[in-house]
């Protein structure tokens, strides 16, 4: 999947906060993400958010 930093990633599950969007803040093994939402950042295991992805915006 090519996701660069900078893009907004449409999840399937919403986040607690109601928003499905995230802006991709760093890349490699690992992800980290800002939620559009709350502003809540998050890193995690790159197979799992690219499993969650619905649509990549650039």
Known sequence: MDIQVGDVLTMK??????SRDWQVLRIGAD??????GC???????????EKNVR???R
């Open 39 to 49: 502003q809540h950042e998050v890193m995690g295991p790159r197979a799992k958010f």
């Open 13 to 18: 599950k919403p986040h607690p906060c109601g």
């Open 31 to 36: 992800f980290k993400l800002r939620c559009c």
């Open 55 to 57: 649509q990549v915006k």
